[in-house]
Antibody, heavy 118, light 106 residues
Framework: EVPLVESGGGLVQPGRSLRLSCTLSGFTFGDFPLTWVRQAPGKGLEWVGFIRSKAYGGTTEYAASVNGRFSISRDDSKSIAYLQMNSLKTEDTAMYYC?????????WGPGTLVTVSS | IQMTQSPSTLSAYVGDRVTITCRASQSISSWLAWYQQKPGKAPKLLIYKASNLESGVPSRFSGSGSGTEFTLTISSLQPDDFAAYYCQRYNNYPYTFGQGTKLEIK
């Protein structure tokens, strides 16, 4: 069983918004930080951002490429983390993964594909 | 901090010993992980803290290094090992990945 599953991807026009979800099961969601990583078609891995556990304030960090456009939040009662993506650009087209973040990323979801195109 | 991974492509035979290198632009102590990724799949953690083997990963995989230079070694390539490999530093944010090494069958 895959403990993390992403959802919410799809085709969206440039300038629009999309919200991705990352659902966890099998371990105590609230105890762990989570990271989002993306991979453009045929390219390498790019770290997008991170949210700390509530015990550490639930604060966030973002890559410069998405800072100010993307935001990460979490609802520990539902074991879900969100990646809110605003002002989307064609270069945001990628497979988006969430991962449990122990520094190393030990559990990954299968990913959800976001395509930004007119 | 930039991570430079080499080579970008590596061709080898089943049974070969191969080494992939990852260099950091400044010291990251031992805060380095290695991942394997197969086409259409999420990355899989192989090695963490430079040299620690993740549970369930075959012992033919090993990692070494500290500071700015790190290596991932596969002691005897198996058919299942032909994939892409990435290093990742996690000493601070933003995390960065190497650009990847594609390991191909010769």
């Amino acid at each position: 069983e895959v403990p993390l599953v992403e959802s919410g991807g799809g085709l969206v026009q440039p300038g629009r918004s999309l919200r991705l979800s990352c659902t966890l099961s099998g371990f105590t969601f609230g105890d762990f930080p989570l990271t989002w990583v993306r991979q453009a078609p045929g390219k390498g891995l790019e770290w997008v951002g991170f949210i700390r556990s509530k015990a550490y304030g639930g604060t966030t960090e973002y890559a410069a490429s998405v800072n100010g456009r993307f935001s990460i939040s979490r609802d520990d009662s539902k074991s879900i983390a969100y990646l809110q993506m605003n002002s989307l650009k064609t270069e945001d087209t990628a497979m988006y993964y969430c991962a449990r973040d122990l520094g190393r990323l030990d559990y990954w979801g299968p990913g959800t594909l976001v395509t930004v195109s007119s | 901090i930039q991570m430079t991974q080499s080579p970008s492509t590596l061709s080898a035979y089943v049974g070969d010993r191969v080494t992939i290198t990852c260099r950091a632009s400044q010291s990251i102590s031992s805060w380095l992980a290695w991942y394997q990724q197969k086409p259409g799949k999420a990355p899989k953690l192989l090695i963490y803290k430079a040299s620690n083997l993740e549970s369930g990963v075959p012992s033919r995989f090993s990692g070494s290094g500290s500071g700015t230079e790190f290596t991932l070694t596969i002691s005897s390539l198996q058919p299942d090992d032909f994939a892409a490999y990435y290093c990742q530093r996690y000493n601070n944010y933003p995390y960065t990945f190497g650009q990847g090494t594609k390991l191909e069958i010769k």
